[in-house]
């Protein structure tokens, strides 16, 4: 069983700055490529950002395509999400996810969620 929980959200004005953390635990963890994922209130969870299981490759939503970076401590247990220059549209639950396999894009493809963590962007 892979858990994950999510840390690091709160409250930021526009233009500014907040990193992420998930904290993955479980006896496969390493093997997994992981993502992150969102849902602002009456919309459905869109991808944001993701990396391949040994950190070769990362890719990104087009919506924050230049201001977010995905990475990957060393060991492979926890999963940051930098995000800078936020916009109030950025605001939303983000979810950690891991996949053992599929296309990283697309939700289906995560066998494990976080709890999610709670960011939201003033103007």
């Known amino acids: 069983q892979v858990q994950l929980v999510e840390s690091g959200g709160g409250l930021v004005q526009a233009g500014g700055s907040l990193r992420l953390s998930c904290a993955a635990s479980?006896?496969?963890?390493?093997?997994?490529?992981m993502g992150w994922f969102r849902q602002a209130p009456g919309k459905e969870r869109d991808f944001v950002a993701a990396?391949?299981?040994?950190?070769?490759?990362?890719y990104y939503a087009d919506s924050v395509k230049g201001r977010f970076t995905i990475s990957r401590a060393i060991a492979k247990t926890t999963v940051y999400l930098q995000m800078n220059s936020l916009k109030p549209e950025d605001t939303a639950v983000y979810y950690c996810?891991?996949?053992?396999?599929?296309?990283?894009?697309?939700?289906?493809?995560?066998?494990?969620w976080g709890q999610g963590t709670q960011v939201t962007v003033s103007s």
């Open positions: 996810a891991a996949s053992g396999s599929g296309n990283l894009v697309n939700r289906d493809s995560y066998d494990y």
């Open positions: 990396i391949w299981w040994n950190g070769g490759s990362t």
């Open positions: 479980g006896p496969t963890i390493r093997s997994y490529s």
